[in-house]
């Protein structure tokens, strides 16, 4: 089956190149056994073609096949679940005390501050909601922003913050940016 399933590819293949290919080759035929008028042809082992695990030369050189080499993703490495919950309820606790004295120094219609169910909701009425919430199983920080969109927020080790991978951008200095935005008031996170 296999060898089948090789002579129809290396056909398909001898078609192609014959006909774009000029009358000299260098690919020898003998008399084919077979009651058919086809030819055969011999077929070399070589590393031209790489449809096979093992290709077959056909008398001409082609260009070897490029090898892409990809960067290893370096993944951070997962904190334990403990310090996980640690480092997660302290931003989020801290978050929401600050969050608390920036409601009463900023004048917006319909801000309120809940937390519950691990869940940290900021509403900023018309502006928007921001919600904000633990994901154990992958040690991150989810949030949900009204200007960025969601965020997944893993725990950088060298900066001692919740830095989302994609855009390296900090969780802090996030919320500073988006709030000041929003709001027209500056408010200081970190």
């Known amino acids: 089956m296999a060898n089948r399933l090789l002579l129809r590819r290396f056909s398909i293949l001898r078609s192609t190149l014959l006909s774009s290919s000029s009358s000299t080759s260098s690919v020898s035929s003998i008399p084919s056994s077979s009651s058919s008028s ?3 042809y011999i077929l070399e082992p070589s590393r031209t073609f790489p449809f096979h695990r093992r290709s077959f030369h056909l008398g001409f050189s082609a260009p070897a096949p490029l090898r892409l080499s990809r960067k290893p993703k370096v993944r951070p490495r997962l904190i334990t679940e403990d310090e996980f919950h640690r480092l997660a309820d302290e931003t989020i606790q801290d978050l929401q005390e600050k969050f608390e004295e920036y409601g009463d120094s900023v004048q917006v219609d319909g801000f309120d501050i809940d937390y ?29 922003s009204p200007v960025s969109g969601p965020s997944r927020f893993d725990w950088d080790q060298n900066s001692e913050a919740w830095v989302y991978r994609r855009t390296k951008v900090n969780l802090l200095q996030l919320f500073e940016s988006e709030l000041e935005r929003l709001c027209g008031e500056p408010i200081t996170l970190s």
């Open 116 to 144: 519950g169910n691990q869940v940290l909701t900021l509403k900023l009425g018309d502006l928007g909601t921001y919600v904000l919430n633990k994901q154990t199983p992958n040690r991150q920080l989810w949030l949900s």
């Open 38 to 40: 086809s030819s055969s």
